[in-house]
């Protein structure tokens, strides 16, 4: 019984040091530059990795906006990682015109340090034989179903601390302090 005792303290003491790992104070608010790493790519086309620009990134009140590669779009969403949720997203994207056809995709976030953060990002295409109707959509689409797991890597370029706030102006990312 007391070894049950000690392994539960263990636990519990592992537990708190994981979630200390992950505090939304670790990620500053501001302007960071995304790079893309592919971990495993089983999709044709493969899916796209390298150099991503500029995002802007908030964090506060438990939770960290993240700025993510969007593959339905060929643009840049946004995902909201909170810690009641263990820094963890998931969304469910129906693929137009291609009946019981989806795209899932899983975010979740890796070490922080202070230059910086990792998120990891998980696709799963389902559904996609036989219908042409999503790559003409969304040219980067697969040929079919498949899995690509990516690690987005954030590098802190400008902190955006109080009172200003991250912006986006014609594609521009930046602090602005109004």
Not at 8 to 14: K, P
Not at 165 to 171: F, I, K, L
């Amino acid at each position: 019984m007391h070894r049950s005792l000690v392994t539960l303290v263990i636990s519990a003491l592992l537990g708190i040091g994981c979630s200390a790992a992950h505090e939304p104070r670790d990620v500053a608010t501001g302007i960071y530059d995304l790079r893309v790493r592919g971990e495993v790519d089983a999709c044709s086309p493969s899916r796209a990795t390298g150099e991503m620009g500029l995002v802007g990134i908030v964090s506060g009140s438990g939770v960290v906006n993240v700025g993510v590669p969007d593959v339905t779009s060929l643009a840049m969403s946004r995902v909201s990682l909170a810690a009641t949720a263990g820094f963890h997203s998931e969304a469910i994207t129906a693929i137009e015109g291609c009946d019981g056809a989806s795209v899932r995709r899983a975010w979740t976030l890796l070490e922080t340090t202070s230059s910086g953060f990792g998120l990891a990002m998980t696709e799963e295409w389902t559904g996609l034989a036989g219908c042409d109707a999503a790559r003409d959509r969304m040219p980067a689409a697969p040929e079919s179903d498949c899995r690509a797991e990516r690690v987005l890597d954030y590098s802190l370029m400008e902190t955006c601390e109080a009172p200003c706030a991250v912006r986006v102006s014609a594609g521009v990312v930046g602090c602005s302090c109004e």
